[in-house]
């Protein structure tokens, strides 16, 4: 909200986490001291004189509940700005709306599969050109990189096979080579990894998943380090106008105020159900960071404030695979993940399917795979679920 005179009190001093989920850019409504900021469902805004108003003309360009959740995503990520679009998607193409024709972008091999096909099916078309790199290994990165390269796009952890990015190293290399590096953070959040304070020049989420976390609104945000990209990023809002609707602004807002809390459960549930996996005879492999098996453990350690609730195990075959699919009652069968409920998915024909037998073959993604988005319930419920389905 701009500046108002009516404002009961200042705004509160630097906080810690938990404190900005909850108050960052939501001080009390000062026209009636309601605690949470209102849907402002409205396209225009009346101008008290001609050449004046109130710091808001027209809803594509700025409206007050998406400020107030631009200023508390930007506080959460340690950010410049935060700028949200209508899915991770629309956000994911704002970061490429920066870049020229003629321009190259190294991408990591195993992103969120949405990625490369925005990249090589849209703007490839539009003379913009993709390298993709393994991102385990710096050196990869390094050696994709190319005089035109003004962009190094990561995920970390990695869909569905968990690899990590070592950020720090990663955005060393970037700069080396006067690229710029953006961080899919979706899977961790902003609670248990900022890529900012490693080095990271633009952080991007999928809101639709552990921010909002209730599974009930698509969107997307961009976080940014200086006001250059802010600037460049406020007018691609303005001008191209995927911007979030203020009724998706709010329950994100909403959803973001026990992401803490959340996280924490999510990590917790996360870790037992991973060391339940690892020492099931069913289960051949677990793919989870927290898991000391895990080739990047030191990693995930030094890089991330927890481990969260994302894994993929093997069963060994599509047939293992589908048993313990159709088996599950409490976890659900679906696309997505971040939501207080347990997901269960197969990547091979559900979120990878698109990127053919090849593909999956050329990350390591097998037909056996089974991905699992941990949720809230209780955790031996969870465990009860997923015994009974791998029961041979
Ligand atoms: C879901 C997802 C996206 C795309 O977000 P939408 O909100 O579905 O457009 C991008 N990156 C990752 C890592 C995701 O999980």
């Known amino acids: 909200m701009p500046d108002d005179p009516r404002s009961p009190k200042p705004a509160a001093a630097p906080a810690a986490f938990d404190t900005l989920a909850i108050h960052a850019g939501q001080s009390p409504d000062p026209a009636t001291g309601a605690v949470n900021v209102p849907i402002y469902a409205t396209s225009t805004y009346v101008q008290p004189e001609l050449g004046q108003n109130l710091g808001y003309e027209y809803s594509r360009v700025s409206n007050p509940t998406r400020t107030a959740l631009e200023q508390n995503l930007a506080a959460l990520e340690g950010g410049h700005s ?3 679009f209508a899915s991770g998607m629309a956000a994911i193409h704002a970061v490429a709306g920066r870049l020229a024709a003629g321009d190259h972008v190294v991408c990591g091999s195993n992103v969120y599969g949405g990625t490369p096909r925005l990249f090589n099916q849209v703007l490839a078309r539009f003379g913009l050109r993709f390298t993709y790199a393994d991102t385990r290994q710096p050196q990869a990165v390094e050696a994709a ?4 390269t003004k962009l190094v796009f990561v995920e970390t952890p990695t869909n569905p096979l968990m690899e990590l990015c070592d950020l720090r190293a990663c955005a060393e290399v970037a700069h080396r080579h006067g690229a710029e590096l953006a961080v899919d953070n979706t899977f961790m959040s902003p609670y248990l990894q900022r890529p900012l304070e490693l080095g990271a020049d633009l952080v991007v989420h999928s809101t639709t998943k552990y921010l909002n976390g209730h599974s009930d609104g698509l969107g997307g945000v961009v976080v940014t380090t200086t006001e250059r990209q802010a600037e460049d990023l406020r007018f691609l809002q303005k001008a191209a106008g995927a911007i979030l609707s203020p009724f998706e602004c709010f329950l994100i807002l909403r959803g973001v105020k026990t992401l803490p809390v959340r996280m924490r459960q999510h990590d917790a549930n996360g870790r037992r159900i991973a ?8 289960v051949r492999r677990v793919f989870y960071p ?5 080739p990047q453990y030191e990693l995930a350690r030094r890089q991330m404030a927890g481990f969260g609730g994302m894994m993929t195990f093997e069963t ?4 293992a695979a589908r048993r313990v699919l159709n088996r599950v009652r409490l976890c659900s069968l679906a696309e997505s993940l971040g939501g207080v409920e347990t997901l269960i998915s197969h990547p091979a ?31 031996a419920d969870i465990e009860a679920d997923l015994a009974n389905a791998l029961a041979r």
Do not use: P
């Open 316 to 319: 060994g075959s599509l047939e």
């Open 349 to 379: 024909t559900m979120t990878h399917a698109a990127i053919g037998a090849e593909g999956r073959a050329a990350i390591g993604l097998t037909d056996g795979m089974v991905r699992l988005s941990v949720g809230l319930e209780d955790a």
């Open 82 to 84: 935060a700028h949200v």
């Open 275 to 282: 060391k339940f996996l690892e020492a099931h005879a069913s």
């Open 290 to 294: 927290g898991l000391e098996q895990h």
């Open 145 to 148: 990189i190319e005089s035109a």
